[in-house]
C-alpha cells in the first residue's frame, strides 16, 4: 500500500503536471470504484484544479468549484501519467482522468478490487474521509505521545492505525521499530519516556529519509514503480537476509496477507516472536530465542 513517502512524490508529480490544468473528463472502469453518487462526476468537469491535498493515505484533488475527487489507492492500486488518452478495461484498468495537459490514471493488480474514488463538495465533507490520526511532522513530543499511549496496543498496530498516526503503513512501520531498536509487540501504554522520544525521531527520520530517497530515484518523472519493497530497507521484506545493524538474520511474524518483519537482537532482546496460528501448533517446540533456532537448524 502507498504510504506517506510515497503518496508525498504522488502529490509532487500531480502538481508539476495538473495544478491549474481543466479537466476534462473521467471515465470509470470498475464497478466498484466510484462510492459516491452525489455530486456526480460531471460536477468536475470543464474545472481546474486549484488545490491537492493528502488525507492520511488519500489523494485529493480539489476542484476550483469547491468539488473534490479523493482516490484511496489501498494495497495495489497504483497511478500513471500519460500524454496520450486511455481507455479503462476495468480489468487491470480502472479509471481515466483526462486532464488538457494529460491523462491521469488508476490500475489496480490482483482480482480483489479495494481502492476507491469519492466525488465530494466542501472541505467539511472533505474534513470526514480524514480517519483523524496526528501528522508526525508537525506533532511536538507531548502530542505523539499522547496519540500513541491514547489506547494500548501494541507498536505495530499503533503505527498503522490511522485514528492514530497519519500515513504510516506496514511497510515503514517496519523501519521505522527497527531504527528505533523497539519491539512490535511492545504494548504502548507499557513504553518509557525515553522509548516514546526515541519512537518518535525513528519515525520522523525514516519518513523524511524515504522520501528523499525515493524522490532521487524518480527523477522528476512521475513515480511509476511505487511498491512497499526497496533495496536499502533495514528489514520490510528482507526475512532470512542479514540485519544491516547487527547481522543476525531478520524474522518475521505473519498474520493473515500481512507480516512483520524484525531482528530479534537489535529489537526484542534475541526472542523471537511467534504468531498466533504457528505457536499454537508447535507450542512447546516453538524455538524461544535465536540461539534455540540455530540449533534447531543444525540439527
Known sequence: MPELPDITLYLEALEQRIMGRT??????????????????????????????????????????????????????????WSEKRKQPDGRRLLASLDFDAGT????????????????IAGEAALSDLDPGGIDVYRASLAEFGAALQSSNHTLKRALTDPRIFSGIGNAYSDE????????????????????????????????????GRLRAEA??????????????????????EPCPRCGAKVQRIRYASNE????ARCQTGGKLLADRALSRLLREDWPRTLEELEERRKT
Open 104 to 119: 491521469l490514471t488508476l490500475t489496480e493488480a490482483g482480482s480483489q478490487k479495494r481502492a476507491s474514488l469519492h466525488l
Open 260 to 263: 512483520t518483519n524484525y531482528c
Open 219 to 240: 527523477r522528476g518523472k512521475f513515480p511509476e514503480n511505487v511498491t512497499a519493497f526497496h533495496e536499502g530497507m533495514a528489514v520490510h521484506g528482507r526475512y532470512g
Open 23 to 80: 479537466l476534462e473528463r473521467v471515465l470509470i472502469g470498475g464497478p466498484f470504484l466510484l462510492r459516491t453518487a452525489d455530486p456526480p462526476l460531471s460536477a468536475a468537469f470543464g474545472k481546474r484544479v486549484s488545490k491537492l491535498r493528502r488525507i492520511g493515505k488519500r489523494i485529493a484533488i480539489g476542484m476550483d468549484n469547491g468539488i473534490w475527487l479523493v482516490l484511496h489507492l489501498m494495497i495495489a492500486g497504483r497511478l500513471h
Open 176 to 211: 521505522i521499530l527497527h531504527r528505533a531498536q523497539l519491539s512490535p509487540v511492545l504494548l504502548t501504554q507499557k513504553m518509557t519516556d525515553e522509548q516514546i522520544a526515541r519512537l518518535r525521531e525513528a519515525t520522523r527520520a525514516v519518513l523524511v529519509e524515504w522520501t
